[in-house]
């Protein structure tokens, strides 16, 4: 896909540096640790400068919809354990991320500096000769592939710093493995976070690992607490059982998070 795109890349970088660029990847992953099902998504890495978004791309589609329409927040919002938004800042090496946990946008921000340990061992990509390196990350070891030749010290999800796009990344298990697809020039993006993504609760990561874990166990303690100044009668109290348990079946059904 995308092979004249892809051969463009240096060109792209050679005389358009200032400009938004979208790179496409499709990750390929185990969503539960009880089944050897597989699944595909899409996702968006748009960098300008030093600074990216990344983000998946049905994710990107329910935002556009919130915008037009923010009452419709909760019908388009998709289910899914990977409705986060990750910016990064590339030459200060920090990340910030947002998760929509579906009854609350928590967000982090950390400073990551990722001990690489960079190969010898080459590989190709198209027409570009790649290098492998690996890296210990939340909980997996991490096979990388990146291109030195195209000068952007970025990644997919939250990978960042090597010398040269990464092009293809998974964990040891093969679990999660994302590959380039390819890329274009957006004109007129933004960067900014935007959307249903607004009015986050920021917490330390540790906070963020903790309650992510404790509302895939059981959401509606949460609920509860997220509506306790809320009148709860008979129907409501039952609408609230009913879409706990239908995340907490998802959930169950999805447990196998890119961060252990």
């Known amino acids: 896909m995308n092979k ?8 792209v970088f050679s005389i358009c540096k200032s400009q938004i660029h979208r790179f496409y990847y499709e990750l390929n ?4 640790t009880k089944s050897p099902e597989l699944k595909k998504d899409i996702f968006y890495l748009d960098t ?5 978004v990344f983000v998946r791309k049905e994710k990107v589609e329910s935002d556009s919809l919130f915008l037009v329409n923010p009452e419709l927040t909760q019908s388009i919002t998709p289910y899914g354990t990977m409705n986060f938004r990750i910016l990064k800042d590339i030459k200060n090496k920090s990340v ?11 967000a982090y921000k950390e400073n990551v500096e990722f001990p ?3 190969s010898q061992e080459k590989g190709s990509f198209e027409q570009y000769q790649t290098q492998k390196a690996e890296v210990n990350y939340g909980g997996r070891t991490w096979v990388a592939w990146f291109v030195p030749d195209i000068p952007q010290w970025d990644g997919p999800y939250v990978f960042m710093g090597l ?25 007129n993006a933004d960067l900014s ?47 609230m ?12 059904k999805n447990d196998n998070s890119i961060e252990k």
């Not at 004249?4 to 060109?11: A, E, G, K, R």
């Not at 300008?48 to 990216?52: A, C, L, Q, R």
């Not at 040891?172 to 004109?187: C, N, Q, R, T, V």
């Open 241 to 252: 059982r009913q879409q706990a348990d239908d995340y907490k079946k998802y959930f169950q």
């Open 116 to 118: 690489w340990k960079i």
């Open 4 to 11: 004249i795109i892809i051969s463009l890349f240096l060109v």
């Open 29 to 32: 992953y185990k969503p539960s």
């Open 163 to 187: 010398p040269g796009l990464i092009v293809d990344i998974k964990d040891s298990a093969d679990e999660y493995h994302w590959k380039l697809l390819g890329s274009k020039k957006i004109p």
């Open 96 to 106: 910030s991320f947002k998760d929509d946990l579906f009854i609350g946008i928590l």
């Open 193 to 239: 976070l935007k959307g249903s993504m607004d009015g986050e609760q920021q917490v330390s990561k540790e906070a963020y690992l903790k309650n992510k874990k404790m509302i895939m166990q059981d959401p509606m303690p949460i609920f509860m607490q997220a509506m306790m100044n809320i009148d709860k009668d008979s129907k409501v109290m039952m609408k």
């Open 48 to 52: 300008k400068d030093n600074t990216s």
